[in-house]
């Protein structure tokens, strides 16, 4: 597992220090200040963007929120299986699914990135810290704001999908969204806009989803808890990333990001797709 996190910290510092420009006039403790205030400021233009929704950003959050339910009809039937999957697991996969996806990694993560950024002055390392960490915390704290009110039952619980317990101090009514889904694929989004090969994003990814994907099979979560929690980690580092591009001069996502769900039927089959 650590060598997970050794790997992606290696990827992401080569990325950046490749194309590494330094900022000399300003201390070490200015550039900190300012980052700061950018993490902060980060998080509030995030959670102020639905006051500025059009009709075509309320269709997108219609349609996640359609995939959404749509996925959780068959929320029980895809437990079932991803848990029976469990023992098959390799153990060292099992390991890092759970451990990455928790705070104290996380930051870890998102800490050292920004640190080596501020250390070396390397502004380019500092930004994607600074996107790192605060669409962290913003999509981090959603979370939290969502598993109490809603207190949807955990497939551990025993519970069916549909099981609810509002404001719930028991764990085991705190399943939806998906915090290690959450907190996990906001970094890989965030670090695979260092790269335009669509393979090494791909990869990232990938190594993105897995904490998701183990609560699954460990019983932690509903399939939908999980989906739900990937666009909730899309859509902040989105509107986070934006609002960077105003107080820094590196920029390494000039195309636009269009995100969308489609509902595919066909016969014997049914799936959602996102594209982003």
């Not at 403790?29 to 059009?54: C, E, I, K």
């Not at 250390?119 to 915390?137: D, E, H, M, Q, W």
């Not at 934006?242 to 990001?257: G, I």
Request: net charge positive; with cysteine; charged share 20%.
């Amino acid at each position: 597992m650590n060598r997970i996190l050794i790997l992606f910290f290696c990827l992401i510092s080569t990325q950046v220090f490749s194309q590494q420009t330094t900022d000399t006039d300003k201390t070490t403790w200015q550039l900190f200040t300012y980052d700061m205030g950018n993490v902060f400021q980060g998080m509030g233009y995030a959670y102020s963007r639905p006051l500025h929704w059009t009709g075509k950003d309320w269709s997108t959050f219609g349609a996640v929120a359609g995939g959404t339910g749509l996925i959780f009809i068959f929320d029980e039937p895809t437990s079932d299986f991803f848990r029976r999957q469990k023992e098959g697991i390799p153990k060292f996969l099992d390991s890092y699914g759970t451990s990455y996806g928790s705070p104290q990694y996380n930051y870890m993560l998102t800490g050292g990135v920004y640190l080596t950024g501020l250390f070396t002055k390397n502004p380019k390392l500092r930004r994607t810290g600074v996107l790192l960490i605060s669409s962290a915390s913003a999509a981090g704290f959603l979370q939290l704001l969502g598993k109490y009110p809603i207190g949807r039952a955990r497939p551990t619980s025993g519970k069916s999908k549909d099981t609810f317990d509002p404001w719930s101090s028991n764990r085991e009514f705190h399943s939806f969204p998906s915090g290690h889904a959450i907190l996990a694929f906001t970094n890989a989004y965030a670090i695979a806009k260092q790269f335009k090969n669509p393979w090494v994003k791909t990869g990232i990814y990938t190594v993105g989803l897995i904490p998701g994907i183990s609560r699954l099979w460990r019983g932690d979560h509903w399939l939908s808890d999980v989906a739900f929690g990937v666009a909730i980690s899309i859509f902040t580092v989105e509107s986070i990333d934006r609002y960077l591009d105003t107080k820094y001069d590196q920029k390494y996502n000039e195309e636009d990001k269009k995100v969308s769900w489609d509902l595919n039927f066909g016969p014997g089959q049914l799936g959602v797709t996102m594209r982003f």
